[in-house]
């Protein structure tokens, strides 16, 4: 699975290996979450999630499987995973909601361009330009 437009998240959610069948019964529950695209991987006790992130986010979904005795993946590089998935995802939650600024871009760099100095300006007196 793939996110098809820049909004939309997937990630996995690995489980520990014990209770067995984890990743079975999780995938039915957050199959029945709207907007929620679930695939199994039961050989390597995981889930495949996608969802838009202006209606879902990593944590959110951990912590509704948390409430419900779920026991997710509790190595370093698991937790690791985790924790740098869900700052991702913060910002990019952050970004989505700050306005367009596509459009005024361009006259901002415009008006700062004119004012910086680039050093293209030719400091040679008029008169020495055209010695001859």
Known sequence: MAPDRLDSCCHAIVFHPEPPQQALRAAELL?????????????????EVCY????????????YLDQRGFRLDASLP?????????YAESLQQDNLRLPSTASR????????YQHHAHGDADETPQEWRHYR
Not at 31 to 47: F, G, P, S, T, W
Not at 105 to 112: A, D, G, I, L, T
């Open 31 to 47: 199959a029945d979450l709207a907007d929620i695209e679930v695939q199994l991987d039961a050989e390597h006790r995981r889930v």
């Open 52 to 63: 838009r992130l202006d209606r879902h986010c990593l944590a959110e979904l951990e912590s």
């Open 78 to 86: 698991g937790r690791l995973r985790r924790v740098l998935a869900h």
């Open 105 to 112: 871009s361009r006259e901002v760099f415009v008006r700062v």
